[in-house]
């Protein structure tokens, strides 16, 4: 007897038939006799690509040798296995003629473990290199942004030039997103949950979402411009965006449809889900479908546990978080659906607060320096070089320092400076240690921390010390004006 899902292959000498003993049905997805005697019809229930490897490795055998090998299967069901075969000729002691006899072992959830596994390894590694990238380019965008704004402030009303710096500046707008969805992408800051709109996270998630799957898949969204509030991490919903999109990639792996699809809904008491034990009332819907190979009832039981690993543990863990639910319907050949819930809050009274103050900082006047004497910190030189310019503008003096250890020699020879400006990240000393001697030496110094790694804040900043502030890069000509002035009339 076999052990249930071991199956057992001897095959002819002459390579035509082939004898099978044991779960042959629990392995294959037919009775005992549906393959039995037929080694052709095997051999057309594998994959194409992995046949070919696989006759390579018939081709090398030798008589006792053992030989190991994986590839896929396809099921009477459609679904598609991993096996690992392993086999070996032997002599018939009668007859002298060789067998080929193999063992056969599903290794289907082993597979997908070890795919998850890299899957997520090359997310981390992305994500280091996306902070990393998005760091040099926030210091490029600080050039590019603070030199656009000094000429835009330097040239008058009807100047055909304003044009082409207004394009410039709107261009800056678009990268500053752009590498804001890669710092949030790559951030390893605790979740925090806040009031949003869930078709808006779709839609500012879209571009990065079209570079994920490729040419070869369409991409359909219905997203309403208004509605659909609910109250999650902006950050953890794009991760389940990323996991479920590279998942209806994965099961369209030629050609195909995606489609993404936000809407309000209601759970009604009678509702079966709310049988099941679901909250009723009223909820976001995103639901994310695809027209692939699509899953089993036996998968499907499981795609949310940790075995399958797909990934959507994680979507229904973070789902969970915001109080939600996760739900899939899948059938083979029929493609997925992947239903995300997300209990519905009512509009925040205050949308359009922070436009305002954006737009009050953009207007602010620049001109309350009166020699103002403020230090700025930072090692890349053509950043240095702008900060100065920019701080200049607003009627200060400045001095400029490389790293911590010359920041505090300018310190020492330099009295009355009344604020510092560093960034976190430097040479020798960093802006987190320099801060700290700052505190304790020059108590009444103003500091203004800079970053464009903008997930640190929480373990930099204390809220309770209102003399020093972080603004992340880049930086803005209004927006630095509007904080430097704050701190020095504070």
């Not at 090359?122 to 280091?128: A, I, P």
């Not at 999650?232 to 993404?260: F, W, Y």
């Not at 809050?345 to 359009?352: L, N, Q, R, V």
Request: charged share 25%; proline share 5%.
């Amino acid at each position: 007897m076999c052990a249930s899902g071991q199956v057992f292959y001897q095959c002819d000498p002459a390579g035509t038939k082939m004898t099978f003993w044991g779960d042959v049905a629990h392995l294959f997805g037919h009775g005992k006799t549906g393959l039995q005697g037929d080694r052709c019809r095997w051999l057309q229930q594998i994959h194409p690509a992995d046949l070919l490897h696989l006759a390579e490795i018939e081709a090398d055998a030798t008589e006792g040798k053992s030989h190991c090998r994986e590839y896929r299967f396809c099921r009477e069901d459609g679904s598609v296995i991993y096996l690992r075969d392993t086999s070996c000729y032997r002599r018939d002691a009668r007859t002298k003629r060789l067998f080929l006899t193999g063992f056969l072992q599903n290794i289907s959830e082993q597979h997908h473990r070890m795919a998850q596994i890299n899957r997520l390894q090359k997310m981390q590694v992305f994500g280091e290199l996306a902070g990393g990238v998005a760091h040099d380019f926030n210091n490029l965008l600080t050039i590019f942004h603070g030199y656009t704004e000094i000429l835009q402030a330097g040239t008058k009303p009807g100047d055909p030039h304003q044009e082409y710096l207004s394009e410039m500046a709107h261009a800056v707008e678009r990268a500053k997103a752009l590498t804001s969805q890669l710092l949030n992408f790559s951030s390893k800051k605790p979740g925090t949950l806040e009031a949003l709109r869930l078709g808006a996270v779709v839609m500012d998630f879209y571009k990065m979402l079209r570079r994920i799957i490729g040419e070869n898949i369409e991409l359909v969204t219905d997203i309403p411009e208004k509605g659909g509030w609910v109250m999650a991490d902006p950050r953890q919903l794009e991760t389940v965006l990323v996991n479920l999109v590279v998942n209806a990639c994965q099961a369209m792996p030629k050609r195909g449809r995606l489609s993404i699809v936000v809407a309000e809904t209601v759970l009604a008491p009678g509702d079966r889900r709310v049988r099941a034990g679901w909250k009723p009332g009223p909820y976001v819907q995103m639901t994310v479908s695809d027209n692939g190979i699509g899953m089993n009832k036996a998968f499907l039981k499981r795609i949310f546990a940790q075995e399958p690993g797909c990934g959507l543990s994680i979507c229904s863990g973070i789902v969970e978080q915001s109080g939600g639910k996760i739900a899939a319907e899948s059938a083979p050949g029929k493609g997925s659906k992947f239903k995300v819930f997300l209990p519905r809050i009512a509009p925040p009274t205050s949308i359009g607060l922070g436009n305002a103050s954006a737009v009050s900082s953009k207007n602010a006047a620049v001109s309350f320096g009166k020699g103002k004497k403020i230090l700025i910190v930072e090692d890349d030189i053509p950043v240095r070089k702008t900060l100065a310019s920019l701080v200049r503008g607003f009627g200060c003096r400045v001095f400029c320092a490389a790293n911590g250890d010359e920041a505090l020699r300018i310190l020492e020879r330099e009295r009355k400076i009344r604020l510092v400006i560093t960034d976190m990240i430097m040479p020798l000393m960093g802006g987190i240690e320099l801060v700290e001697l700052i505190r304790y030496r020059w108590p009444g110094a103003k500091i203004l921390l800079t970053s464009g790694y903008t997930f640190e804040l929480p373990e930099i900043i204390d809220p309770k010390i209102t003399s020093t502030v972080f603004l992340p890069k880049p930086l803005s000509r209004g927006v630095l004006a509007a904080k430097l002035r704050e701190l020095l009339d504070a």
